[in-house]
């Protein structure tokens, strides 16, 4: 992979209804953070307008989202699943990278029996889950080797979520790790939050609402939801 440099934001989509929620995301990345470029995989045949830089999908992988993570163009790169809409310039989120090789944001319903599968051995129970789908990293043979690792042992794990793998792999591993806050990763709004908090407004919004839909009513919700958040 020949690596344009910089600092930039990865979607990996299979399917067109996919690369077109991945394409609204990435629009919000462009609202606030215009110099940020953007590249998707996806297939052949997809639509990439949008998109700075798209690659192809190649065939055979497990789970091309493991897959693809160390094949990214950019020198320092987030990951985003396509469900998310950023509100926020994210200079701040890449600034970790100066001291920190791979960030990620906890699950929050880590205490939940399916986000406590344990495939060798159980890390200590206040180390929960990361959510893959927002993955701060910095481009280096320590990041990718770990990124390699774990499709190799999703591919043999069996599960069908990657998170149970990836936990217990950082776990056993030395990489230089940060959590980051949870309004870089909202996935849950509390009822309060409509009317009024103090909490940090979302910088970035990851719900399963905004994922491709297959009732006219979730499509049409997902569509109000993006347009409030966007």
Same mark, same amino acid.
């Given at each position: 992979?020949?690596?344009?440099?910089?600092?930039?934001?990865?979607? #990996?989509?299979?399917?067109?209804?996919?690369?077109?929620?991945?394409?609204?995301?990435?629009?919000?990345?462009?609202?606030?953070?215009?110099? @940020?470029? $953007?590249?998707?995989?996806?297939?052949?045949?997809?639509? $990439?307008?949008?998109?700075? @830089?798209?690659?192809?999908? !190649?065939?055979?992988?497990?789970?091309?989202?493991?897959?693809?993570? *160390?094949?990214?163009?950019?020198?320092?790169?987030?990951?985003?699943?396509?469900?998310?809409? #950023?509100?926020?310039? &994210?200079?701040?989120?890449?600034?970790? @990278?100066?001291?920190?090789? &791979?960030?990620?944001?906890?699950?929050?319903?880590?205490?939940?029996?399916?986000?406590?599968?344990?495939?060798?051995?159980? !890390?200590?129970?206040?180390? !929960?889950? #990361?959510?893959?789908?927002?993955?701060?990293?910095?481009?280096?043979?320590?990041?990718?080797?770990?990124?390699?690792?774990?499709?190799?042992?999703?591919?043999?794990?069996?599960?069908?979520?990657?998170?149970? $793998?990836?936990?217990? @792999?950082?776990?056993?591993?030395? &990489?230089?790790?940060?959590?980051?806050? *949870?309004?870089?990763?909202?996935?849950?709004?509390? !009822?309060?939050?409509?009317?009024?908090?103090?909490?940090?407004?979302?910088?970035?919004?990851?719900?399963?609402? &905004?994922?491709?839909?297959?009732?006219?009513?979730? $499509?049409?919700?997902?569509?109000?939801?993006?347009?409030?958040?966007?």
């Amino acid at each position: 992979m020949d690596r344009s440099g910089g600092r930039g934001v990865m979607y #990996i989509a299979w399917g067109s209804a996919h690369v077109d929620v991945a394409r609204r995301s990435a629009a919000s990345v462009k609202k606030s953070n215009p110099g @940020l470029q $953007t590249c998707i995989w996806c297939a052949e045949s997809d639509d $990439t307008s949008g998109f700075d @830089l798209s690659f192809v999908i !190649p065939e055979g992988l497990k789970r091309p989202k493991v897959d693809l993570l *160390p094949d990214t163009p950019f020198d320092e790169t987030l990951y985003l699943d396509n469900d998310t809409i #950023i509100r926020a310039d &994210l200079g701040s989120l890449f600034d970790l @990278l100066q001291k920190f090789e &791979l960030c990620g944001a906890h699950v929050m319903l880590w205490h939940r029996p399916r986000h406590r599968k344990v495939w060798r051995k159980e !890390p200590p129970d206040a180390f !929960p889950e #990361i959510n893959c789908g927002v993955l701060l990293y910095r481009s280096s043979d320590r990041v990718f080797d770990f990124f390699r690792e774990w499709s190799r042992a999703f591919a043999v794990a069996g599960f069908r979520v990657d998170q149970v $793998t990836f936990r217990e @792999l950082l776990w056993e591993s030395d &990489l230089r790790f940060y959590v980051f806050p *949870p309004q870089y990763n909202k996935r849950i709004f509390e !009822p309060s939050e409509v009317i009024w908090s103090d909490q940090p407004k979302p910088r970035i919004v990851h719900l399963p609402i &905004l994922r491709p839909q297959k009732t006219r009513f979730k $499509t049409w919700f997902g569509e109000q939801i993006a347009r409030y958040w966007g």
